[in-house]
Each structure stands twice: as C-alpha cells, then as structure tokens.
C-alpha cells in the first residue's frame, strides 16, 4: 500500500487531470462534477494526520492540480508570448492554490458543513474578481466549462455562468461527503442515497435545459448579414499594410455575397490597423472610399474595428489611460469599433474590457514607480488603450436593428455583455483577433464561449474573426453555419432579432453577489466561533 505521502499526491494529480480532460473544446464536462473531490480528500487527510507545515503541504498539492489545469487548458498563450504565458499559468494556479490554503485554515476552526459552504462561496467570489479586477482572467471560470454542451446549460438565460459553477460545486461536495461518511461508517444506504441524490442534481438541470431547448423561440425580424473573414497574419501582415489597401480587400470579399438585401457587412477588429487621427478620421479618404462603397447599397450598415489615435498638448486632457509619448505631448490610443451607413454618421465604440498587459496596464499607479513601463506581452502592440463606461449600440440607417459592437475579449465577460442588451441591442455582434495564438484551443474556447453570451441573453450572433472562427450563432448557443479557421472568405447568412429581456440581463451575476455576502457571514463565524470537527 502506498504511504500517505504518495496517496496525497495522486489524488492532487487526479483533481489536476480531471480538470484538464473537462475543459472545451477537446473535453467531457461531467468530470467537472468529481474533479475536485479527489483534492479536498487530499486536504482533509493531511488536515487531520500528524505533523509539521501542514498549509505549505496544503498548497503545493493544490497548487499541482491547478497548474495541470492551467498549462494544459490556457498553454497556447505561448504562441504570443512565452512569458505573459508563464505569468498567466504560473499566478493563476497560485491564487487557486491559495483559495484552498485559506479553506484549510478555516477547516481547522470549523465544522464541515460550515467549512464546505465557506469554500464554495470563496471559489465564486474568486471568479466573480476575475471578472472585474485590473488582472482579469476569467477564462477558466467553471461555468464556462459547459460552452460546447449548450443544451445541457439553456437556464444560463436565468443564472448565467455562475450557475454553472454552483452546480460543479454541489456535486463535488455532496459526492466528497459521502465519501467521508462511507470511510467512517461503510454502508450500501449511503452509496444508494448518494447515487440517487448525484443523479437528481445532475439530469434534472439537463432535463430542464433539454426542454428549454427544445421549447425555445422567438419571433423577431430577420437581418441579413455577411460577416467577413480576411485570413490576415498579424504577425506580418496586417501592421504593413495601409488602410486604403484594407478597405478594397474588404469590397472585394464582400462583394461575391452582397445583394440589395444585404444589411450588415461585419469585419473583424482593427481591420483597419493603421491608427487614424481621430479627429481627421471625418475627411479621411479612407472614410470617404468607404462611403462610396456604402452609397451603391443604401440599406447597407457596415460594422468593422478600427484603430484611432488622438493626440494633445493640454495636460488638462489626460485620463488615467493617455499614454505619454513625450515631455509635453500625450496621445490616446482607441481600439475601437465603428458603424457606417447612408447617413454618413460615424457611431463609435471603444474597446472597454482590455487584455491584461497588450492593452492596459494593471494597477498603474502601484506598479508603474516599481517598474516603470514593463508590462506583461501576451500578443500584439502594448499600449495603454482608452476605454469608455457605457455599452454604446449602433443603430442601423432604418432605425429597426441594432447591433452590440463586441469585441475580442469582452465577449468573455457575461454581465458586461448584459449592458449593451439593456442599451437595447437586439442582436449581437462580436469583432475579434484570434490569429495570435495559431492554430490552437485558444481561438476555439474563445468562440465556444461566445455560445454562452447567446444562451445568456437570448440574442443571435453574427461574429467576425480575422483568421477564424468566423460564425453566425443562434439565441440557443448552436453555430448555424461557420468559416475555418485559416480560410479566407466571406459568410453570408441571417440573425433574428429580439427584443425581450432574459431574466440574467436584468439580475446580472446576483449568484457571485450573493456567494460573496455569505462569505463574509461565514467568515465572521469562523473568527468569532471555534467548533469541533464533525468527521
């Protein structure tokens, strides 16, 4: 028999695996319901054995399951850049470890029950920071795991990810207390008991999910749509090229699938990457050739990304994301989103959920007098981005469609998304730049994910990736038809409209607010109360 030593180990390995193989878009998800019983065994094991340094023990065990996860699931950061791939597995993987440090430090002090309630409320809160703190990495989020399993999640339109995630939780925990109890007491009832409670709490979600599935529909106007896919290296070609030149590849992609009853045309972000004076960009030939373009199609509304740059000599001007380029000159630099139509009205977006490192820096006013201007390169041009605090929607030039700009890594963040439907969007659009992580998981979790925004907010989506996955998805979260990734072209197809509002759209991630309230109750207890351990 292997010495406890060793039992604790595999069982760090199994957590670490078991997370691993359940991750899209490669994985089976129903691991994620026992994946971490194996670690809380480990821990509640060395928690009750004999000896010295306990939570170190504690957290390089967890710390090995996590970084399994992390390097197998999010190791194609690499292709961008070797370091912020390290950064981002390395520090990810220590945070989890040290939210089950914290867990065991509370363990001591209180009862299982309380202890198991305080670690499922820890972990969502956890994931609730992700989303909103200057260091966002939300990608491995546990709701997020059922991305390619739609019609196991269609109530996500109630609860949003983090039902997701509450639902792993309950699993794992009812599951690992009946191990326990088994351990302390071997009995076919609990076997019994724990299989028929396991599988009540597992297909009745999916059995109501498959209803919803089924039953879903909505009636809407149908919007024709052609969503462009360049198949641009941005390694060498999309920064060499001049935006004149970007805007005739864009009519003569458009061009074979175009008709009178086109309404959208939809190119990726910063198809036009050459930055454009912002203030110029009104009389810019390149506005100009675009409007010519658009003035052969009255009905037609064109959606692209875009770079813009403004810049300025009066201090008075800056905000917390100008960049400086010399003693008295600053500039702001936009990834941005525009729409064009017969109304020669430019509507713009900016780009408000920025990459950590590429498009901002984290907590600059902490790190900046420590490290001057190092960031963190995953991909791409680093730069502080300007941002802006609404979801702004762009209305096409007969008033009737209305389209959320997306793009790239916002199409991550389900609340966020939330506030362009309540700006009214009726459709979504996502413009985003996959191509810096090659041919990996990278880009197909990224649309995967975007199945979940869908599901969400019950609103299609037309999605323009410049080397893929370029997609049209439907308000269940099914991709109806798609471009491959490395393919050049065009797709052309339809998205309904909706304008009802999903019960997540107007509750937002009340689970991740409530789970942090119960936190705090719980972690009050357990400073001001000592119990004993019931097991």
């Known amino acids: 028999?292997?010495?406890?030593?060793?039992?604790?180990?595999?069982?760090?390995?199994?957590?670490?695996?078991?997370?691993?193989?359940?991750?899209?878009?490669?994985?089976?998800?129903?691991?994620?319901?026992?994946?971490?019983?194996?670690?809380?065994?480990?821990?509640?094991?060395?928690?009750?054995?004999?000896?010295?340094?306990?939570?170190?023990?504690?957290?390089?065990?967890?710390?090995?399951?996590?970084?399994?996860?992390?390097?197998?699931?999010?190791?194609?950061?690499?292709?961008?850049?070797?370091?912020?791939?390290?950064?981002?597995?390395?520090?990810?993987?220590?945070?989890?470890?040290?939210?089950?440090?914290?867990?065991?430090?509370?363990?001591k002090r209180q009862s299982q029950n309380r202890s198991l309630l305080f670690l499922v409320a820890l972990w969502i809160s956890f994931e609730k920071l992700h989303l909103i703190w200057e260091f966002s990495w939300p990608w491995l989020n546990l709701g997020?795991?059922?991305?390619?399993?739609?019609?196991?999640?269609?109530?996500?339109?109630?609860?949003?990810?983090?039902?997701?995630?509450?639902?792993?939780?309950?699993?794992?925990?009812?599951?690992?207390?009946?191990?326990?109890?088994?351990?302390?007491?071997?009995?076919?009832?609990i076997i019994k008991s724990t299989v028929i409670k396991s599988a009540v709490l597992l297909l009745v979600p999916i059995g109501i999910s498959f209803a919803i599935y089924k039953s879903y529909s909505h009636e809407g106007e149908a919007i024709d749509v052609i969503v462009l896919q360049p198949n641009i290296d941005p390694y060498s070609e999309k920064y060499n090229m001049s935006n004149l030149k970007f805007s005739d590849l864009l009519k003569n992609i458009s061009e074979k699938k175009l008709t009178d009853s086109t309404d959208f045309i939809i190119a990726p972000e910063t198809f036009f990457a050459e930055s454009v004076r912002l203030p110029q960009f009104k009389n810019s030939l390149l506005k100009s050739n675009l409007q010519q373009f658009i003035k052969a199609h009255p009905n037609l509304n064109l959606l692209t990304g875009i770079s813009f740059i403004d810049t300025f000599n009066d201090p008075s001007l800056i905000k917390k994301e100008t960049n400086q380029y010399s003693e008295d000159l600053w500039y702001d630099d936009y990834n941005a989103a525009i729409m064009l139509n017969a109304s020669e009205t430019v509507q713009q977006y900016n780009k408000s959920r920025l990459v950590v490192g590429i498009e901002n820096f984290p907590y600059q006013d902490v790190l900046k007098p420590l490290i001057g201007d190092f960031m963190i390169d995953l991909g791409g041009t680093v730069a502080m981005k300007t941002t802006q605090d609404y979801r702004g929607v762009f209305t096409s030039s007969n008033s009737r469609f209305r389209a959320a700009p997306i793009i790239c890594y916002e199409s991550v963040y389900g609340e966020f998304v939330t506030g362009y439907v309540r700006n009214n969007a009726n459709f979504l659009t996502i413009i985003t730049n996959d191509a810096w992580w090659n041919e990996t998981q990278g880009h197909k979790q990224h649309l995967s994910y975007a199945r979940l925004r869908a599901i969400e907010t019950r609103r299609d989506i037309a999605r323009s990736a410049n080397t893929g996955i370029s997609a049209i998805i439907n308000a269940k979260g099914d991709i109806t038809s798609h471009l491959e990734y490395g393919e050049k072209g065009a797709l052309s197809g339809q998205v309904i409209t909706n304008d009802k509002i999903t019960f997540y759209v107007l509750a937002g991630d009340y689970i991740a607010r409530i789970s942090f309230f119960v936190l705090v109750f719980v972690s009050l207890i357990g400073f001001f109360r000592r119990e004993k351990q019931k097991f």
């Open 1 to 107: 028999m292997l010495s406890s030593k060793y039992n604790v180990f595999i069982l760090a390995l199994i957590s670490g695996i078991s997370l691993a193989l359940a991750w899209p878009t490669y994985g089976f998800p129903l691991l994620l319901f026992v994946a971490f019983i194996p670690l809380l065994l480990a821990e509640y094991q060395l928690r009750h054995a004999d000896g010295k340094r306990k939570g170190l023990k504690i957290f390089a065990l967890s710390y090995l399951s996590f970084f399994i996860w992390n390097l197998v699931t999010t190791s194609w950061l690499r292709f961008a850049d070797l370091f912020g791939a390290s950064f981002a597995v390395l520090v990810n993987s220590a945070l989890m470890a040290l939210l089950f440090l914290v867990y065991h430090t509370y363990a």
């Open 144 to 189: 997020n795991g059922f991305s390619d399993y739609i019609t196991w999640i269609q109530w996500y339109e109630y609860t949003g990810t983090f039902g997701g995630t509450l639902w792993v939780w309950i699993l794992n925990v009812l599951i690992f207390k009946a191990v326990l109890s088994y351990q302390n007491a071997p009995s076919k009832k």
